[in-house]
């Protein structure tokens, strides 16, 4: 079953539900997981599914939770996204579609892929 837009905005802050339902982007350096080295599962904020292992995290400097694989190929979709004057390509959960971030060509081996992540999408299941 979908939440409305009312039972979303009753269950998320404002900015959670900036971020993942009207395509928001956090400051850099300001989110909860940028600099975390908890060792768990990152799940969407949203729904729970599972979207990324504290494993594949790494530090890219960008100011934002990276990692360079999501937790399974059928996690998250990548959507073209030319807005602002950039091509970039965002990332959302498969299951309810919300605003993680945008993946980037410059990450780590061994897949050469940075998953910009903003925290406000995600929580923590720690290990």
């Known amino acids: 079953m979908q939440e409305s837009n009312s039972e979303r905005k009753n269950n998320l802050t404002e900015e959670q539900y900036h971020v993942t339902r009207e395509k ?17 599962i990152y799940k969407c ?24 694989a999501p937790i399974s190929n059928t996690s998250v979709k990548q959507i073209p996204d030319n807005t602002l004057g950039m091509k970039r390509v965002e990332v959302v959960c498969a299951n309810c579609n919300a605003h993680l971030g945008h993946v980037f060509e410059d990450g780590p081996k061994p897949t050469g892929l940075r998953y910009c992540i903003n925290s406000a999408s995600l929580d923590l299941s720690k290990e």
Not at 61 to 67: F, K, L
């Open 24 to 40: 928001g982007t956090e400051r850099p350096f300001t989110g909860k997981y940028y600099n975390s080295k908890e060792k768990g």
């Open 45 to 68: 904020i949203c729904c729970g599914s599972e979207l990324f292992s504290s494993e594949t995290k790494f530090d890219s400097g960008s100011g934002w939770p990276s990692y360079f």
